[in-house]
């Protein structure tokens, strides 16, 4: 069955550090991966995305991620973290079929300290 | 483009009664839309996708009777939530795939539902 694992609740990075989020998956085809930001309070925004090609992809806000095959993951990165960046961030993939379902890891809490 | 909105923002109400959330897609046809369900600190959890002029596809466990999906056209998909009780409080978020067949769904900004 599909799935989407990221191992960490949350992680706390100092402002100005570089920042990586870590994102598993299980899928037997090739798989449509995505990174969403949801701020307190708010919907969620798509960063970034997988289909095919270059497996390092470039996304919003300074934002990139690099899809493994080998290590069936796609992890996300940033080079310099903002406060503004704190938020919960969700990796998922979509599950083929007619609708495209998202299967939506659990999410990752990013705090920011000063 | 691809904006999703999602109205009310936030409502109350009371026990017993029933409320309808609305979501649209200002600017984009959307052949599906979602309709998910967001408890405090956790993912979210799908509960039905509906395709316009269909009926819902709900997942395993969530009640249809009680969570009304109508997708009249291809722009608006709405969720009613039927006799409402405290457990249904909750953020609702929907979100719509468009009719280019990309596989990005695009998300409202969510509904908080609490019920007294």
């Known amino acids: 069955a599909q799935s989407v694992t990221q191992p960490d609740i949350h992680i706390t990075v100092s402002e100005g550090a570089s920042l990586e989020l870590r994102c598993n998956y299980s899928?037997?085809?090739?798989?449509?991966l995505f990174w969403y930001v949801q701020s307190p309070g708010q919907g969620l925004q798509l960063l970034l995305k997988y289909f095919s090609g270059d497996t390092l992809v470039q996304g919003i806000k300074g934002f990139e991620a690099e899809f493994k095959r080998s290590q069936s993951s796609f992890n996300l990165r940033k080079p310099s973290v903002h406060w503004s960046d704190a938020a919960e961030y969700f990796c998922?993939?979509?599950?083929?079929?007619?609708?495209?379902?998202?299967?939506w890891g659990a999410g990752t809490k990013l705090i920011i300290k000063p | 483009g691809a904006v999703v909105s999602q109205h009310p923002s936030w409502v109350i109400c009371k026990s017993g009664t029933s409320v309808k959330i609305e979501c649209r897609s200002l600017?984009?046809?959307?052949?599906?839309m979602f309709w998910y369900r967001q408890f405090p600190k956790q993912s979210l959890m799908l509960m039905a996708t509906s395709n316009e002029g269909s009926k819902a596809t709900y997942e395993q466990g969530v009640e249809k009777d009680k969570f009304l999906i109508n997708h009249a056209s291809l722009t608006l998909s709405t969720l009613t939530v039927t006799s409402a009780h405290p457990e249904d409080s909750s953020f609702y978020i929907c979100?719509?795939?468009?009719?280019?067949?990309?596989?990005?769904?695009?998300f409202g900004p969510g509904t908080r539902l609490t019920v007294t």
């Open positions: 979100s719509a795939r468009d009719l280019a067949g990309r596989y990005e769904q695009y």
């Open positions: 899928y037997g085809a090739t798989p449509y």
């Open positions: 600017d984009f046809q959307a052949t599906t």
């Open positions: 998922a993939v979509a599950a083929g079929g007619s609708n495209y379902q998202l299967i």
